[in-house]
């Protein structure tokens, strides 16, 4: 561990098997949740989020996890948009969606829940990226549209469960 450079607070953590006890209970936690562990080395994790520069070591899933190799999309804006913009991103989302094409974006309030909208009213497919846990909707008013991607889409986040939103 010493050779490894860590600092002394984690070669304790690593030594003690604090940190595998702890992953053992996450991993139960998630379990009875419903919710997928999904390491990088896993097929399931995205190809293209493997090649960035620091991946994240795990992903939380809740739903379809097929669809984050499915060919996708990326629809993102303003939490304050115009009607207009709210008009055009539920629009386009739904005629991509239509033609084959997974919806991802965000779950905030504006454009991004729009995306979603757009996309569920074609039956098509959608994933849903939290800045929370995976098990936290949020914001609390799209916690219908939450619950409507999680049992027909896919809801992934790289903060572990029970994360509630920080400004940082």
Do not use: W
Not at 12 to 39: N, T, W, Y
Not at 54 to 82: F, H, M, N, Q
Not at 137 to 157: F, M, T, V
């Amino acid at each position: 561990l010493r050779a490894l450079k860590l600092t002394p607070e984690m070669e304790v953590s690593i030594a003690s098997g604090c940190a595998q006890r702890d992953a053992d209970r996450a991993a139960e936690a998630a379990e009875k949740k419903g919710i997928r562990l999904l390491p990088f080395k896993d097929s399931c994790y995205p190809g293209l989020l493997n090649q960035i520069y620091d991946p994240p070591v795990i992903l939380y899933v809740i739903g379809k996890v097929e669809l984050l190799s499915a060919p996708s999309v990326a629809i993102v804006g303003s939490r304050k948009c115009s009607v207009y913009g709210e008009e055009v991103s539920t629009s386009l989302a739904y005629d991509l969606a239509q033609s084959g094409l997974c919806i991802v974006s965000g779950m905030a309030r504006g454009i991004d829940a729009r995306a979603h909208s757009g996309a569920l009213g074609a039956q098509g497919l959608t994933v849903a990226v939290l800045g929370t846990g995976v098990d936290v909707p949020y914001p609390r008013e799209n916690r219908k549209l939450y619950h409507e991607i999680a049992e027909k889409g896919c809801i992934i986040s790289e903060f572990p469960i029970g994360s509630f939103p920080a400004p940082q």
